[in-house]
């Protein structure tokens, strides 16, 4: 009976630090994306780690986006980019983990790529050091290298 209550304990801890991760990473992005307006970054099941703005809808677009996505190339997409007037959309998958940014007209698509993916990478922990360093460490969120 102890070993379920030190599991969920565990999966409880985990998914905090998830989360803490994932608040950390979309902290940076903003900081250094003059052009983001909004993003999010969301878990294996749908669920929104991060977000700016409301949770529910970041889920509920991201899952019609990505099925939108999906049913016109016949098969799961990697990425979704959309250009309008009014702006753009980024949409990326990468090892269980999925990001959305809303970016101002003429975002740089290559760099914005990059960066979400480098984003998710660093979560899913492909990389031996992280981008990004978490709130323990530094008072904001800091690039590597930055001396924080």
Do not use: C, N
């Not at 970041?58 to 990425?79: K, N, S, Y």
Request: aromatic letters at 6%.
């Amino acid at each position: 009976m102890v070993g379920i209550f030190t599991q969920m304990a565990d999966a409880q801890a985990s998914e905090g630090a998830k989360r803490q991760a994932a608040e950390a990473a979309l902290a940076y992005l903003t900081e250094m994306s003059p052009d983001l307006r909004g993003a999010a970054i969301l878990g294996r099941d749908g669920e929104v780690l991060a977000g700016s703005g409301d949770a529910d809808h970041w889920r509920d677009d991201a899952a019609t986006l990505f099925e939108i996505a999906d049913r016109a190339g016949g098969e799961p997409v990697e990425q979704a980019h959309i250009g309008a007037e009014q702006g753009e959309v980024f949409a990326l998958r990468h090892a269980g983990l999925a990001a959305v940014a809303v970016t101002e007209r003429f975002a740089l698509a290559s760099l914005t790529f990059f960066d979400l993916r480098t984003m998710l990478r660093d979560l899913a922990g492909e990389t031996s050091q992280p981008t990004f360093v978490g709130p323990e460490h530094v008072k904001g969120p800091q690039r590597r290298g930055d001396g924080g």
